[in-house]
């Protein structure tokens, strides 16, 4: 998973550098595609994590780099692109107090809605390598161990096709903070014989979780609501204007009633604070339609 960490931040590294030009072509090309804005602090980040890319196409600097983005392979590339640039930091069960909110005040409501046959639906936006469904999972099968032949689904997706492959494979290797901090990682897991600290999400969690391949600027094909959307440590590398436009439409995708946990370091700001009412930390409600009159 790319990182934040240990990144030079001027605009050089592994011998390239990029100049100011080309670093503003990259800049505007990612923003487009993805919402994700490269302030020049990202400099040496973007440079180090696309030498690769340049090495890999044989070409001598930015400059040629920016020349395939904006010629007839620019599309493809930009793919590419955006797969090096986004920052995949996830873990299990990051930032606990939601998980707790989730199992003592929204599951209970929620696994009664589906004993009595009901539809509910969990979305992780911007899921990375798919920790933070599959957490989604385990505190729901918690709650209602048969959880799986009912009609509770969760949905994962992320703009990074790499991380959506990662999710589906369900196979990750845990730290010694996650086993001792999360016993209960361990009750959904298989080990994988001989390899140590790999493990496979087990069934029912994996088959709960259906992955797809989403970019959160583009419209959003899912039909039906959702009762819960976690989108965490997402929007923080978007513009404030890109965020004011994504929280209107996590609203609409809302039940009523239903719940919107964003990161520790975002907001929900601008107009869609009135129909998301502020309940715990960075943790939103969708308000009933009379309570927003
Ligand atoms: C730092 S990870 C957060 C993962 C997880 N939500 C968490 O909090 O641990 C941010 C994720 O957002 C994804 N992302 C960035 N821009 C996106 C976009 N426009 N649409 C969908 N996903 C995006 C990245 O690919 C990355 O996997």
New binding site residues.
Partial sequence: MNGPHMIPAVGQANGQTIGDAAFRTVARHLQE????VLTDVKKGLAVSRLSRRLRALQLPDFDAYCDVLSGPDGAAEMQEM?LLL??????FF??PHHYDALRTQILPGLVAKAKSGGRVRLW??????G??AYSMAMCVLEAFPQAAPSNIRILA????SN?ITKGQTARYQLSEDDLSEHPILLKHMVKVPGRDRYVDIAEPAKSMVRFAR????DPWPMQGKFDVI?????VI??STETQQKLWPRFAKALNHGGHLMI?HSERVTGPALTPLRSVGVTHYELQAQGAMT
């Fill in positions: 595609q993805t919402g994700i955006v986004t920052t995949n930091v996830t873990r990051r930032e992780s936006a911007g899921c990375s390598s920790e933070e997706t992320d703009i990074d991380m989403l970019n959160l600027q976690f989108c965490r440590n997402v590398y978007f990161g």
